[in-house]
């Protein structure tokens, strides 16, 4: 009977240690920033503004919610998501766009200071609002496709639409991976902050 037991314990031991085995060998999760939108290397010497910078207040971009996730999707058909295996956001992919953005943005409007929370006892002069409807990364073309609408309001009582429109942005990846999507996204967050400090060039 202690003989039997012995050897129908075996397999299973066997079992355990293989799974404990394939476990050790998997390769680790790779987590996944925005890639800087503003280099770190020390600009060129620019003429500091004249005068108290206006203050425009700024709030996080809209990104689709089906982009709303810890696991990094991509488009894989017209209707159909799929996600990249094993790589997910360090971050909440909102937060990281946000701060990217208003990084690029910052970057465009030296003569303005973005306020982000609270703006109101800042007396702001406008008002600025982005969403991107459309963010997709088609893994197949290895381009992200995004649409962005950018709204410039006055900050009156009964706030009016000074500046606003719709864009449509195609940038193509370097490679087939998780990382290139990154980085499509963090060169889709430069142009529309580029387009948005246009915007408010614009406005009376």
Same mark, same amino acid.
């Given at each position: 009977?202690?003989?039997?037991k012995?050897?129908?314990a075996?397999?299973?031991?066997?079992?355990?240690?293989?799974?404990?085995?394939?476990c050790?060998?998997?390769?680790p999760?790779?987590?996944?920033t925005?890639?800087?939108?503003v280099s770190?290397?020390?600009?060129a010497?620019?003429?500091?503004?004249?005068?108290?910078?206006?203050?425009?207040?700024?709030?996080?971009?809209?990104?689709?919610?089906?982009?709303v996730?810890?696991?990094?999707?991509? +488009?894989?058909? *017209? &209707?159909?998501?799929?996600?990249?295996?094993?790589?997910?956001?360090?971050? /909440?992919?909102?937060? !990281?766009? %946000?701060?990217?953005?208003?990084?690029?943005?910052?970057?465009?409007?030296?003569?303005?200071?973005?306020?982000?929370?609270?703006?109101?006892?800042?007396?702001?002069?406008?008002?600025?609002?982005?969403?991107?409807?459309?963010?997709?990364?088609?893994?197949?073309?290895? +381009?992200?496709? *995004? &649409?962005?609408?950018?709204?410039?309001?006055?900050?009156?009582?009964?706030? /009016?639409?000074?500046? !606003?429109? %719709?864009?449509?942005?195609?940038?193509?990846?370097?490679?087939?991976t998780?990382?290139?999507q990154?980085?499509?996204?963090t060169?889709?967050?430069?142009?529309?902050?580029?387009?948005?400090?246009?915007?408010?060039a614009?406005?009376?």
């Amino acid at each position: 009977m202690t003989v039997l037991k012995r050897w129908t314990a075996w397999p299973m031991h066997a079992a355990l240690a293989a799974l404990l085995a394939g476990c050790a060998s998997a390769p680790p999760p790779m987590l996944l920033t925005l890639p800087p939108a503003v280099s770190s290397a020390p600009a060129a010497a620019m003429p500091a503004p004249t005068g108290t910078p206006r203050v425009l207040a700024v709030g996080r971009p809209e990104i689709p919610e089906y982009l709303v996730a810890r696991r990094v999707r991509y +488009r894989a058909e *017209a &209707s159909t998501l799929g996600e990249w295996p094993d790589a997910f956001w360090a971050e /909440r992919i909102e937060v !990281g766009v %946000g701060r990217e953005f208003n990084a690029a943005l910052r970057e465009r409007l030296p003569g303005w200071r973005l306020c982000e929370a609270n703006c109101s006892e800042q007396s702001p002069a406008a008002s600025l609002q982005v969403v991107l409807t459309r963010m997709d990364y088609v893994r197949g073309e290895r +381009r992200l496709k *995004a &649409s962005a609408r950018i709204m410039l309001w006055s900050t009156e009582r009964v706030p /009016r639409l000074l500046q !606003g429109g %719709g864009f449509e942005y195609d940038i193509a990846g370097a490679a087939d991976t998780p990382q290139s999507q990154a980085a499509t996204v963090t060169e889709l967050l430069r142009r529309v902050a580029a387009d948005a400090a246009a915007a408010v060039a614009k406005a009376p």
